[in-house]
């Protein structure tokens, strides 16, 4: 069966470069599925779980915004942070997740909040993605 080569960059470097029978990824206008031979198509990404599907098994990778730009046999994600579900620390989302929610009670300033409700939507991600492991 063809597969679709999947690379994931960030600022850090790459987080994975892997292969994949598909790849479903959230962009801002709505949930794709790639399979090998897409044409080629660029989009904005939501704060949320990219899945590799290989086989039986999934792998899910947090990916927080960025761009998805796919080509017939490479998949390239581009985002500001991205994990591996693997590699989340869930205590540190939890935490990211109740300071942000505070954040969020305190009623501060339009750029405030809305910084805020971005650092809890991807707190949120990661422990999503972590509990899909
Ligand atoms: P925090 O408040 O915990 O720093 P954040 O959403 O502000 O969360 P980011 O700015 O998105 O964090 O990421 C900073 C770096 O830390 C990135 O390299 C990101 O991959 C990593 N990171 C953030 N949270 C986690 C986590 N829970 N598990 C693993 N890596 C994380």
Known sequence: MKTIKVNIVTPDGPVSETEADM?????????????????????????????????????????HGGFIEVRPDVVTVLAQSAELAENIDIARAQLAARRAEEALKAKQNDLEAQLAELHLRRAITRIKVYEMR
Do not use: D, W
Request: hydrophobic share 55%; charged share 10%.
């Open 23 to 63: 790849v479903i990824a959230a962009t801002e206008f709505g949930e794709i599925g790639v399979l090998p031979g897409h044409i080629a198509m660029v989009a904005p990404l939501q704060i949320g779980a990219l899945r590799l599907k290989k086989g039986s098994s999934t792998v899910n990778v947090a990916v």
